[in-house]
């Protein structure tokens, strides 16, 4: 992802408290857009819920 993109910020953010890790090619891809399970591990790890 660019650093111009508009929630680059935010993403940054999510990174440092592993809620998110990117795709297997070290990257994030906004314009693909996310499964119901990748939701579901989302949401649980940005609330720090047990899987």
Do not use: K
């Not at 891809?29 to 399970?37: K, L």
């Amino acid at each position: 992802m660019a650093t111009d993109f508009w929630a680059y910020r935010h993403v940054e953010y999510c990174v440092e408290n592993g809620v998110v890790s990117g795709y297997l090619d070290g990257l994030y891809h906004p314009e693909i857009v996310v499964t119901r399970d990748q939701m579901a591990v989302y949401v649980a790890r940005a609330f720090e819920l047990m899987l």
